[in-house]
């Protein structure tokens, strides 16, 4: 499994964008790269996936460089409901059964 | 939007108790997976499951758990003597295939050992 490195905190007003880089030097050539939310006393919700370039869908848009070794989570006008801690997550067939999350980015938006 | 159902919400237990946690997955789910998190720490896989066998487990899910699929909507952790570094949230997840994108998680169940 590729290691990832997300920093531990962001903080963010109401209606700005958020970009959350992730690093993952070691990302193998079948690896995908998916983000989780997880709100406090809940389990991590699914948020976007993505092989290369560039993935949106009507939460987020997920950026991917040619060299795949970072992503950039990026969340369009934040809310105070997006304060939540996401995390990034590398792997391909060989983790299907085991996600493995890491410390994650602890993101607060404030008014 | 189908859920993971996960009772009870929060357990509290003495130690050296059995406790069983529930769960009841999407309903065309193939896949069923244990994780946990001990307050302030890190998601952590326990085991994952398919096709009525446990197909990976983690250093975690040693001989004290077991999971169960009673029948064909509960899947069930048990922990057998329970210990005081037991205390986590413990989430239940499914997936329709294998692949990060299909996890659809539950809210949890508070397991508090006493």
């Known amino acids: 499994l590729a290691k990832t490195t997300q920093p531990i905190s962001m903080d963010s007003y109401e209606g700005q964008e958020v970009n959350i880089t992730c690093s993952h030097n070691?990302?193998?050539?079948?690896?995908?790269i998916t983000w989780y939310q997880q709100f406090p006393s809940q389990g991590p919700r699914f948020i976007i996936q993505?092989?290369?370039t560039k993935v949106t869908n009507e939460v987020a848009s997920l950026f991917i460089p040619a060299d795949r070794k970072s992503s950039t989570l990026s969340l369009p006008r934040v809310s105070l409901s997006d304060t939540a801690v996401y995390y990034c997550?590398?792997?391909?067939?060989?983790?299907?059964?085991?996600?493995?999350f890491g410390a994650g980015t602890q993101v607060v938006v404030t008014p | 939007e189908p859920e993971v159902t996960q009772t009870p919400s929060h357990q509290v237990t003495q130690m050296g108790q059995e406790v069983i946690l529930r769960c009841v997955p999407i309903?065309?789910?193939?896949?069923f997976y244990w994780y946990r998190q001990i307050l302030g720490q890190k998601v952590e896989f326990l085991v994952s499951?398919?096709?009525?066998?446990?197909?990976?487990k983690s250093e975690i899910f040693d001989d004290q758990f077991s999971v169960e699929r009673p029948d064909g909507s509960n899947f069930t952790l048990k922990i057998r003597s329970t210990k005081l570094e037991d205390s986590a949230m413990y989430f239940c997840?499914?997936?329709?295939?294998?692949?990060?994108?299909?996890?659809?998680f539950g809210s949890g169940t508070r397991l508090t050992v006493v």
């Open positions: 997840a499914s997936s329709e295939g294998q692949g990060f994108y299909g996890y659809t």
């Open positions: 070691n990302i193998a050539t079948n690896d995908y």
């Open positions: 993505g092989y290369k």
């Open positions: 997550l590398v792997g391909g067939t060989d983790s299907w059964g085991k996600l493995q």
């Open positions: 309903s065309n789910h193939l896949y």
């Open positions: 499951f398919y096709n009525n066998e446990i197909s990976e």
